[in-house]
C-alpha cells in the first residue's frame, strides 16, 4: 500500500515530518526554487522544488514531504480554481485530525 498524504494545515504539520501530506493552499511568492504559500489557517508554509513549481493558479494543493515544522518538499501540485474558501477547508481539515475521526479515515 502506498502512503497515504493527508490534507494538513500549518500547525499540523509537524506531526508529519518525514512523512506525504497534502496542503490546501493561496500562493503568496515564488522564487527560482521555493514558494511560500498561506495555509487554511492562515500559516505559512515553504515549498521547496526543483524544475518548473507547476502551479498556474492563485489556489493550489501542493503534494509534498514534509522536511521540518515549516518546509515541504513537492512532490506534485493540483492546480485549483481562482477562489477557495480557506476557512471551510480549514475547518474541514481539523475534523479529519479530530481524533474521534482520524483514525477511521486513515486506517
Given at each position: 500500500m502506498s502512503?497515504?498524504?493527508?490534507?494538513?494545515n500549518s500547525a499540523i504539520l509537524p506531526r508529519f515530518i518525514g512523512h506525504m501530506v497534502r496542503i490546501p493552499c493561496k500562493v503568496l511568492t515564488?522564487?527560482?526554487?521555493t514558494v511560500t504559500v498561506q495555509t487554511s489557517d492562515g500559516g505559512e508554509?515553504?515549498?521547496k522544488y526543483s524544475g518548473d513549481h507547476g502551479i498556474s493558479t492563485s489556489y493550489a494543493e501542493i503534494i509534498g514531504q514534509?522536511?521540518?515544522?515549516?518546509?515541504?518538499?513537492?512532490?506534485?501540485?493540483?492546480?485549483l480554481q481562482s477562489e477557495l474558501?480557506?476557512?471551510m477547508v480549514d475547518r474541514v481539515i481539523?475534523?479529519?485530525?479530530?481524533?474521534?475521526?482520524f483514525s477511521t479515515i486513515f486506517s
Open positions: 502512503e497515504l498524504s493527508p490534507r494538513v515564488t522564487t527560482d526554487s508554509v515553504l515549498v514534509v522536511i521540518d515544522q515549516t518546509t515541504v518538499k513537492k512532490a506534485a501540485v493540483i492546480n474558501d480557506l476557512q481539523k475534523s479529519i485530525h479530530d481524533p474521534r475521526f
